[in-house]
């Protein structure tokens, strides 16, 4: 895939990160990796990674990857296959790589984008994998990618993190063909503002409790509304399709429990795929 320019190469990584931005996210990152750490997902087996998204059953977030595989079924039917073969894929926020890896094994050609090389939640897991896919470290605000070369920019469980949506797709729209999409997956999705900033208070007071950070030193937005999205499309001439996910009855029924309870909406995962219009 054509780069911007040359970037140097360390242990397989391109180093495509400034070292003032490389310093702007070094308390986002430090408290990010302590987090996942210590939610159990610094995992030695290379067969954890390899089954991803598949859950590994006994591993403390087997409950996430039940939910998170069948947002990829989703994506791999509505979006994947309904495409032509040998789709160039950029995988941005794409921590370990897994779903580089999957898009490879597919015969795509997958671009794994993070601001992590933590070996085993960064880029640095590559290794655990047998497929070879490309690896950079760079930001979503700020891709290595030269115009016009990606069939698909995928946001995988990503988006949420950018501090200014409108810049980040724009910058995803920079490095897409003509014809090709963004996609968004899992990133929660509210139907009205105060209920995003609702589960954004909750989180950051929940992390302050349990690893004594709010972990907020990058302004992240965290969640999206319909408000954002439609917005979004205005601003940046996009057309958003919405593909739902069956993810079994018990979720289904979260934002009833949650009205009987007086509790704020649950988040909605929607696959979101966005084209120029
Ligand atoms: C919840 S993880 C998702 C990882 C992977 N896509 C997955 O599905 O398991 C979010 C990822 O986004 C990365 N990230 C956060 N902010 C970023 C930014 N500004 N630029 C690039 N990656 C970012 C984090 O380092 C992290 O690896």
Redesign the pocket.
């Known amino acids: 895939m054509k780069l911007r320019r040359d970037f140097p190469v360390v242990d397989g990584v391109h180093r495509c990160l400034a070292d003032e931005r490389a310093a702007y996210?070094e308390q986002?990152?430090a408290e990010?990796t302590m987090v996942?750490h210590a939610e159990g997902r610094a995992i030695d087996d290379p067969e954890y990674y390899r089954r991803?998204?598949e859950p590994t059953p006994g591993t403390p977030t087997e409950w996430q990857w039940k939910i998170?595989r069948r947002t990829w079924a989703t994506f791999l039917t509505k979006v994947l296959r309904a495409a032509p073969p040998s789709l160039v894929v950029v995988?941005?926020?794409?921590?370990?790589?897994?779903?580089s890896n999957r898009v490879a094994e597919l015969g795509h050609e997958a671009h794994a984008?993070?601001?992590?090389v933590d070996a085993h939640?960064?880029l640095g897991a590559a290794g655990f994998f047998e497929r070879t896919f490309d690896l950079y470290q760079?930001?979503?605000?700020d891709l290595p990618f030269a115009d016009g070369t990606a069939d698909l920019v995928v946001?995988?469980?990503?988006l949420h993190?950018?501090?200014d949506y409108g810049r980040?797709l724009a910058e995803g729209l920079r490095v897409l063909r003509p014809g090709g999409r963004l996609v968004v997956?899992?990133s929660p999705v509210y139907r009205h503002q105060w209920a995003g900033d609702a589960m954004v208070a909750e989180r950051h007071a929940q992390f302050e409790h349990q690893y004594g950070t709010r972990s907020e030193s990058?302004p992240?937005i965290e969640f999206l509304t319909d408000g954002m999205l439609r917005d979004l499309g205005e601003q940046l001439g996009l057309r958003w399709r919405r593909h739902h996910t069956w993810y079994g009855r018990q979720w289904a029924m979260r934002p009833v429990k949650a009205k009987l309870k007086g509790k704020r909406p649950p988040s909605r995962f929607i696959v979101l795929v966005a084209s120029r219009r």
């Open positions: 996210f986002f990152l990010y996942r991803l998204p998170r995988d941005v926020g794409a921590g370990t790589g897994w779903l984008v993070d601001l992590t939640d960064g760079a930001e979503m605000d946001y995988n469980a990503a993190y950018s501090t980040t997956l899992d990058v992240s």
